[in-house]
């Protein structure tokens, strides 16, 4: 999401999960002061029928009509059988090949991301 360019009469963003890209069947998830370009949306949401993540923007007098929309894609797939053998013999660090087994739907997985 990127700002307008012109945002000195706007006072904050609303974020709403919605069931349309045009921001119908919405509910508020999030709202930042204008400066901040995010906000946080509590865990455990049920997703519903909502498709969408809209943005509005806000001024003192009213809300912007037409949102800009991001569609949800609530996806995760996890590995299994991790195996690590650290093939370096000094204390405190690490080398090696890391292996694993894929995940049984790899339908969405773009990439993978090891964190130690």
Do not use: C, M
């Not at 993540?53 to 991001?70: D, G, H, I, R």
């Not at 569609?71 to 590995?79: L, P």
């Amino acid at each position: 999401w990127t700002p307008p360019l012109n945002d000195s009469l706007v006072t904050h963003y609303l974020a709403y999960l919605a069931a349309a890209v045009t921001g119908t069947g919405r509910s508020l998830i999030g709202e930042a002061p204008v400066g901040i370009h995010a906000a946080d949306a509590v865990p455990e949401i049920d997703q519903g029928s909502f498709t969408h993540v809209v943005v509005y923007t806000k001024s003192s007098f009213v809300e912007q009509t037409t949102p800009v929309a991001l569609a949800i894609s609530d996806t995760r797939s996890t590995v299994k059988d991790i195996v690590f053998v650290d093939k370096d013999l000094d204390t405190g660090e690490l080398a090696g090949f890391l292996n694993w087994t894929l995940p049984d739907d790899i339908v969405y997985v773009t990439n993978y991301t090891v964190h130690f």
